[in-house]
């Protein structure tokens, strides 16, 4: 399917997968264990396909972040991030991965690893399919499974960042002496919240490079923003140029 008029380049053009009978009651199966447990794995920082969360809870919670930013006349920082062909680009290794660091047993995992690894692609090269060829990343948005093996994929992310905070390199927005908010997430949109400074930019494109090599998931510079409240604009515009 053309992803944009007079598409001429493999990269122009949107995959369509094919999926079968077999595969999806497969897949259904693995679904309905994995979300018994996906509460217990995904913190409450992600609002997406996990039960008893509502989709409104990102926005809501950054909307009273931000309006208490101003009122305190804090500086601080929102950068939202757009991870660029998102379901697309993820590494199957990674998964996997994933996976046997949450303690899944080996029996779940070759499970996963057939549901992946079974995939094969071709190309329609004017109406002809070319031969079959094997790919190791992508998921399928038709899938039953994809929208929780991508959660997951986005706790990584998340323990990544908490280690960082941890480790005092970098410095959230502190509501009170007890509540600090850092990050949020919503399936593939990522927003990293905290006290205004170059060093805090400098951390999160740090923690982001070293995921991108990881998950293969890279910062899409067209459609992420920073924001800075009780920032001066040209100091946001300077942040904002630096080359990711």
């Known amino acids: 399917i053309p992803k944009v008029p007079n598409a001429n380049m493999v990269k122009d053009f949107r995959p369509i997968s094919l999926i079968g009978s077999l595969y999806k009651v497969i897949a259904k199966v693995l679904e309905n264990r994995l979300v018994i447990v996906l509460d217990d794995i995904v913190d409450e920082i992600q609002s997406a396909f996990v039960t008893d969360r509502q989709i409104l809870d990102s926005p809501f919670i950054l909307n009273k972040v931000v309006h208490w930013c101003k009122n305190k006349k804090k500086q601080s920082m929102i950068f939202k991030v757009d991870f660029e062909k998102a379901y697309d680009s993820v590494r199957w290794d990674f998964i996997d991965d994933i996976f046997r660091r949450f303690g899944f047993g080996e029996k779940w995992c070759k499970w996963i690893q057939s549901c992946l690894y079974s995939s094969r692609g071709s190309v329609l090269v004017n109406g002809s399919p070319t031969k079959e060829f094997l790919f190791y990343k992508g998921l399928k948005q ?50 990293f919240m905290g006290q205004w400074s170059q060093c805090n930019i400098d951390t999160i494109i740090r923690v982001l490079d070293v995921f991108y090599r990881a998950s293969g998931l890279r910062i899409n510079t067209n459609k992420s923003n920073l924001m800075g409240i009780s920032v001066d604009s040209n100091k946001v515009k300077h942040a904002a140029a630096v080359k990711i």
């Open 142 to 191: 038709d899938d039953p499974l994809y929208p929780f093996l991508f959660i997951l994929v986005m706790k990584s992310l998340h323990v990544s960042f908490q280690r960082v905070v941890d480790a005092g390199l970098f410095n959230g927005i502190k509501l009170d002496s007890s509540l600090q908010i850092l990050h949020l997430f919503y399936a593939d949109d990522a927003i």
